[in-house]
C-alpha cells in the first residue's frame, strides 16, 4: 500500500512537470502537489525527484545560482538563465552534435554529449528596464 502511494505521487510529479516549460524548483512542485496530495511532504518530493532524474524520467538542472530545476523534457535541448529574474527558458533550436564531435576530437576517451547553459537578460526583464 506504501509503495502503491508513493509510486502515484511520483508518477504525479513526473505528469506535473510534463505540463510545464518553466522548470519548476521542488518547492514549486511541492506547493502544486499539495493539492491533489495533502499529506505529501517537502522531503517526499525530494526524493523522488532524486529518483526520478536518477533513473531518466525526468532532468535535473543545476544552474549555479539558486535552487535545482526540474524539466519533464528528457530530449536534448539547451537552455538559457536570466541574470535579472532567474527565469530558465527552453532555447527553440537543436543541439549541435557537431560541437561533441569537435570535442571528441579533443579527448582521449568517449563524448556522449554536452550540455550547455547560455546566459543573458531574458526578453521581459529587457522590456521591464
Ligand atoms: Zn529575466
Ligand atoms: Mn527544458
Redesign the pocket.
Given at each position: 500500500m506504501r509503495t502503491l502511494k508513493h509510486s502515484r505521487q511520483r508518477e504525479a510529479i513526473k505528469e506535473f512537470l510534463m505540463t510545464r516549460t518553466d522548470?519548476p524548483t521542488a518547492d514549486i512542485v511541492y506547493d502544486n502537489l499539495r493539492n491533489e496530495f495533502p499529506n505529501i511532504s517537502l522531503g517526499t518530493v525530494y526524493r523522488n525527484l532524486a529518483l526520478l532524474s536518477e533513473i531518466g524520467e525526468i532532468q535535473k538542472l543545476t544552474t549555479g545560482t539558486g535552487a535545482d530545476r526540474f524539466?519533464g523534457?528528457i530530449n536534448p535541448?539547451y537552455?538559457f538563465i536570466c541574470k535579472e529574474c532567474h527565469c530558465v527558458q527552453?532555447l527553440k533550436m537543436d543541439t549541435m552534435d557537431a560541437l561533441t564531435e569537435e570535442a571528441s576530437k579533443h579527448f582521449d576517451g568517449k563524448l556522449d554529449g554536452h550540455l550547455a547553459y547560455f546566459y543573458g537578460t531574458c526578453g521581459d526583464c529587457i522590456k521591464k528596464s
Open positions: 522548470h524539466d523534457n535541448h537552455h527552453d
